[in-house]
């Protein structure tokens, strides 16, 4: 399958793959000792500047990341051991979830 997103001026157009959340994926990963991740652009979420200090950078990590536009839907980013944002400047809205996981992973590297 080919993604096309056209993301502040920049069009990127790449094999992609989609997968659904299982109601037991997170239970799963927490049975294998993952601390579980969400982006959120929602408050409470600690920074990412907090994300790599803390302890937590230590840990398996599972990172949970929504679409663009409507992020992670209620269900998944509830049941978030935390929940991490991308400090922006007010005028940008969203980035694209490509670039917020790879933001993300870079922080914790």
Do not use: K, Y
Not at 13 to 32: K, Y
Not at 47 to 59: F, N, P, V
Not at 87 to 92: A, G, I, K, L, N
């Amino acid at each position: 399958m080919i993604r096309q997103s056209a993301t502040t001026g920049f069009a990127a157009t790449g094999p992609a793959s989609h997968a659904a959340l299982r109601p037991a994926a997170l239970q799963d990963l927490r049975a294998s000792e993952f601390t579980i991740v969400a982006l959120s652009p929602r408050q409470p979420a600690m920074t990412l500047d907090e994300l790599a200090c803390s302890r937590m950078g230590d840990q398996r990590l599972a990172l949970l990341v929504g679409t663009e536009s409507n992020g992670l839907s209620a269900n998944p980013e509830a049941q978030a051991d935390v929940r991490v944002r991308i400090p922006m400047q007010h005028s940008v809205d969203s980035i694209d979830l490509s670039v917020a996981a790879g933001v993300t992973l870079s922080w914790l590297a």
